[in-house]
């Protein structure tokens, strides 16, 4: 079937504004992950998903980020009073479950640029 | 704390082998994954090594020395298109994975 979507590809908003990346993960798949890569560095793990569970919350960098995920599917990560240090590449996976976790499917991810 | 250590830079010739080393200092380990990102492309899974030893998958070789904290990613038969970066990644638990900061592979006629 399709690969991992996400939507917007692009994003560009000014400072203090709100946003919010969506993510469409493979069909059947039970665990969602979310990153986020600054130019040239590593991925940064954000928060995962087991169905619409987040057991782990422990990447997200402060209370302006929250993310949820509903009927086992599609999930939002929103950042609220965007700042400058957001600007990145949001970038979405998922497994088949969370025991798989070692090989996850990445989509082509939302690059955020705030001005 | 959770780090990982590879080298930032590797310069290769086509058909030639290389190594790409990864160290790990993490609170969970449950086995380490190897990725492979081109230019503005998406992460791909490469390969996974849960217990010690040597993974082979065509071209690509994946080892682990869990006593060491150690793994590599061996590339034989070097192509233009393997000019990427590459990251080892430490599954933790919950299925979350830990990234390196990667290593850029550049492959020279």
């Known amino acids: 079937g399709a690969g991992v979507s996400q939507s917007p590809s692009n994003k560009v908003t000014e400072k203090g504004k709100d946003v919010e990346l969506r993510c469409d993960p493979i069909?059947?798949?039970?665990?969602l992950y979310w990153y986020r890569q600054s130019l040239g560095q590593g991925l940064e793990f954000l928060i995962y998903?087991?169905?619409?569970?987040?057991?782990?919350k422990s990447g997200l960098p402060s209370d302006r980020f929250s993310a949820e995920r509903t009927g086992g599917s599609v999930s939002t990560l929103t950042i609220q009073r965007t700042q400058q240090e957001d600007s990145a590449v949001y970038l979405c996976?998922?497994?088949?479950?969370?025991?798989?976790?070692?090989?996850?499917?990445f989509g082509p991810g939302t690059r955020l640029t705030v001005t | 704390g959770q780090s990982l250590e590879q080298p930032s830079e590797v310069t290769a010739v086509e058909g030639a082998i290389v190594q790409i080393n990864c160290t790990y200092q993490?609170?969970?380990?449950?086995?380490l994954s190897w990725y492979q990102q081109h230019d503005g492309g998406a992460p791909t899974f490469l390969s996974y090594?849960?217990?010690?030893g040597l993974e082979e998958t065509g071209r690509f070789s994946s080892f682990l020395s869990r006593s060491d904290s150690y793994g590599y990613l061996l590339l034989q038969e070097l192509q233009m298109k393997d000019s990427a970066s590459y990251f080892c990644?430490?599954?933790?638990?919950?299925?979350?994975?830990?990234f390196g900061q990667g290593t850029e592979l550049s492959v020279k006629p």
């Open positions: 993490t609170s969970g380990f449950y086995g």
């Open positions: 990644a430490v599954r933790a638990a919950g299925g979350k994975l830990i």
């Open positions: 996976a998922s497994s088949l479950d969370e025991g798989q976790g070692y090989e996850q499917y």
């Open positions: 090594n849960a217990l010690d």
């Open positions: 069909s059947g798949h039970t665990a």
């Open positions: 998903f087991q169905g619409n569970s987040a057991p782990d």
